[in-house]
């Protein structure tokens, strides 16, 4: 199923089919689609749905991205999605476009900024979640048949949350730079909103903690407020967001992951390529990002993540594959960095690491997501033969609409579904899961949220790891006629 036949995966036995596995992880995002589902969509299985978001206080927040394997929309997770997949299409715009998978992704980014462009409802107000996590939580419905509370959170001037509202204004300006030679006015709506977003947060200082206990704020807002005033600087080249983050270095930590909660090594990887372009008093930012490369890089002299038996970089146990894609992502674009400033390689204490190992440990991080692996599965569904069939997800494990049109309620979706050990009736072609524990061992049973479950960021940061790889697909792998059977393993339902 993954895109070519066995006599063709001979040909190709030492890389994995990057672009097959980049063209699923973008499709991934249709099936967590909320709102009318265009007449494009290519994800069969899913219907239309929660199209009351927003009424009870006459707002309209329909559309976005349901988050994971439920039912709720947590906007600051869901603007780092966002965020993830702009830059992205920036970095490896070529590549992308080169395997015919650029529509796809600035179609997916669209879905996320058209939704945000709606939650952002006056410039001192951001709807920051659609649903009640707890009530949403008990109950095991498709989205289509969802009847349990669509509680509304917002941020305001009276009740800030500055980390969503940053993370809102990095992820419209990241977007604008995406858009700005396709569609120039949309592309300049989105920065206009990204600086009033950052106005928002930064006047208005005061930690986000109304998506607790699912999305609580551990690291503080300073890292948001980099991140969104340095992608505010790339997408606008304005000398006052420069000033910003250049004045506020003293905020700048070490750290050891990248996570919808931390991004001070997205900022420092963003301005690291500012300093290495001429910009010298950003150097702190460029010592903290490669403090980051040290810490998460085995034999380092001060490594700080442990991996598995098997490799895999291992964070902590709850959904640990969300570190390592949003960790290799950020090596890969660094070790391309110092190949464009010349630079050798990043010393850690007495240990040396070049670009190209720094490049090389984040590809064993993908291969051993696409199969490399002592379980000799890959951890994204419908990839290969062998695969999660019991994904942590409403709409997957549940009959389709369109196969069983009655609904099901919470408690027959709990008993009927939720708890069977059958393989869910709907592929979600390219969801990624939590993955294995530490030892390497991995349970296919839908109960283990933390393991068997995808996120929308997971998947963005994985779509983020795997395009930078497209170019190392064997030539004759490219060559080959595609045997491509995303579309039809999404139209089965």
């Known amino acids: 199923m993954d895109g070519l036949t066995t006599a063709e995966e001979g040909l190709c036995s030492s890389a994995f089919n990057y672009r097959d596995a980049l063209g699923k992880a973008i499709l991934f995002f249709e099936g967590q689609r909320s709102g009318n589902l265009p007449a494009n969509q290519r994800v069969k299985w899913r219907g239309d749905s929660a199209l009351s978001d927003g009424k009870a206080e006459n707002v309209n927040l329909i559309g976005g991205y349901y988050d994971a394997g439920d039912n709720v929309k947590f906007v600051w997770p869901m603007a780092f999605t966002v965020s993830l997949l702009s830059w992205t299409a920036i970095e490896y715009e070529k590549e992308i476009s080169s395997v015919n998978q650029l529509g796809h992704l600035r179609t997916a980014i669209r879905w996320g900024t058209n939704f945000l462009l709606k939650a952002h409802s006056s410039p001192t107000t951001l709807y920051t979640q659609v649903g009640d996590g707890n009530s949403d939580h008990k109950c095991w419905e498709r989205p289509e048949d969802m009847d349990t509370s669509r509680t509304l959170y917002k941020i305001t001037s009276k009740s800030p949350g500055t980390e969503a509202a940053a993370e809102a204004s990095a992820a419209l300006s990241a977007a604008s730079i995406v858009f700005k030679g396709i569609d120039s006015h949309y592309s300049r709506r989105l920065l206009s909103r990204s600086r009033t977003l950052f106005e928002f947060a930064d006047m208005y200082r005061g930690s986000y903690q109304a998506s607790c206990p699912f999305y609580c704020s551990y690291s503080g807002y300073q890292d948001e407020l980099l991140w ?27 750290v050891s992951e990248f996570s919808w909660d931390n991004k001070f090594v997205g900022a420092q990887t963003l301005l690291a390529k500012e300093f290495y372009g001429g910009k010298k008093d950003l150097t702190k930012f460029k010592s903290d990002a490669e403090s980051f490369i040290c810490a998460v890089m085995p034999g380092s002299s001060s490594v700080q993540i442990r991996a598995t038996p098997g490799g895999l970089m291992f964070v902590r146990d709850s959904s640990n594959l969300q570190y390592v894609t949003s960790s290799s992502m950020v090596l890969f674009i660094y070790s391309q960095t110092l190949n464009e400033a010349h630079i050798n390689g990043v010393q850690c204490g007495s240990v040396h690491f070049s670009a190209f190992q720094i490049r090389n440990f984040a590809k064993s991080q993908v291969d051993y997501i696409l199969g490399n692996n002592p379980m000799k599965m890959p951890y994204m569904v419908g990839f290969g033969s062998k695969y999660p069939m019991q994904l942590h997800h409403r709409g997957s494990s549940i009959p389709s609409i369109k196969a069983h049109p009655a609904k099901v309620g919470c408690n027959d979706g709990m008993s009927n579904y939720f708890s069977s050990s059958k393989p869910n009736p709907n592929t979600h072609v390219g969801a990624i899961v939590g993955g294995p524990d530490s030892n390497d061992h991995f349970n296919d049973v839908r109960s283990d949220y933390s393991h068997a479950e995808p996120t929308t960021y997971m998947n963005a940061a994985f779509v983020g790891s795997v395009a930078a790889l497209l170019a190392e697909s064997k030539e004759e792998c490219l060559q080959l006629p595609q045997i491509n059977r995303t579309a039809d393993m999404a139209n089965s339902v």
């Open 228 to 254: 969104a005033a340095a992608w505010l600087y790339k997408a606008s080249g304005e000398s006052r967001y420069l000033s910003y983050v250049s004045g506020n270095q003293g905020w700048s930590q070490a």
